[in-house]
């Protein structure tokens, strides 16, 4: 079994933690695990950029890197109004987002594959911005103070189970297994876009649900030797 030790986050250009076109400033971060409580990250600028890829210089999907790299900036959008349904649902995709990066953090740990460690990376910038927007609209956080692999909603602890056990068969299940957790990240994201009128809200399920298409193709095209 491969041991290691994963970041918590990756310093990106500008002294900025990139995300899908958006950036967390460093500082925010400071005393604050990935799952644990802290302050809202402050909203900066950078992206996950079209910079250097992991290993050689080889990028993930399409040439898309995860690296230092120049790319578009923004600003998170203006606060709008969510329904209580869009609500809960925003509650539901900081789950999403924190099954993603155990599940990767699981493979990572078991196999020498560098893809999931940095997309365990990913998936944390991921859950800050999420939870920038539940601090913003005042909803509570399920995955505050939740470590690895545990869950206040019982059908993500399920998912999480049955990922983990497909991928400790192989390293070629583990990439199928992350491929199905790409996908059923995609369909999350697309739903919950349906109807969506929050400026700010409507920009981060637009920069995650790019950002998990080119970690699909990540997975997808990664050798499992």
């Known amino acids: 079994m491969k041991t290691i030790t994963r970041r918590a986050a990756t310093v990106v250009a500008a002294g900025a933690l990139g995300l899908g076109g958006l950036a967390v400033a460093a500082p925010a971060l400071a005393g604050a695990g990935p799952f644990g409580p802290g302050p809202a990250p402050r909203i900066t600028a950078a992206a996950e950029s079209?910079?250097?890829?992991?290993?050689?210089?080889?990028?993930?999907?399409?040439?898309?890197?995860?690296?230092?790299?120049?790319?578009?900036?923004?600003?998170?959008?203006?606060?709008?109004?969510?329904?209580?349904?869009?609500?809960?649902?925003?509650?539901?995709m900081a789950q999403e987002e924190k099954l993603a990066h155990d599940v990767y953090a699981a493979f990572a740990a078991r196999y020498d594959a560098a893809v999931f460690d940095h997309i365990a990376t990913?998936?944390?910038?991921?859950?800050?911005?999420?939870?920038?927007?539940?601090?913003?609209?005042?909803?509570?956080?399920?995955?505050?103070?939740?470590?690895?692999?545990?869950?206040?909603?019982?059908?993500?602890?399920?998912?999480?189970?049955?990922?983990v056990a497909q991928g400790k068969a192989s390293l070629s299940e583990a990439m199928a297994a992350a491929q199905q957790a790409e996908r059923d990240d995609i369909a999350a994201l697309e739903a919950a876009r349906g109807g969506l009128?929050?400026?700010?809200?409507?920009?981060?399920?637009?920069?995650?649900?790019?950002?998990?298409?080119r970690h699909l193709a990540a997975f997808t095209r990664w050798p499992a030797r």
């Not at 080889?58 to 923004?74: A, I, T, Y």
């Open 197 to 213: 009128t929050a400026p700010d809200v409507k920009q981060v399920y637009a920069n995650l649900l790019a950002a998990s298409e």
């Open 122 to 163: 990913a998936e944390t910038h991921h859950l800050i911005m999420i939870r920038t927007l539940l601090q913003r609209y005042g909803v509570a956080d399920p995955t505050a103070n939740q470590p690895d692999g545990t869950f206040t909603d019982p059908a993500f602890k399920a998912r999480y189970d049955k990922l």
């Open 50 to 92: 079209n910079g250097m890829g992991f290993g050689g210089g080889m990028g993930f999907g399409g040439g898309m890197g995860f690296g230092p790299g120049s790319g578009s900036c923004q600003t998170l959008a203006e606060q709008g109004s969510l329904t209580a349904a869009q609500r809960s649902v925003l509650a539901s």
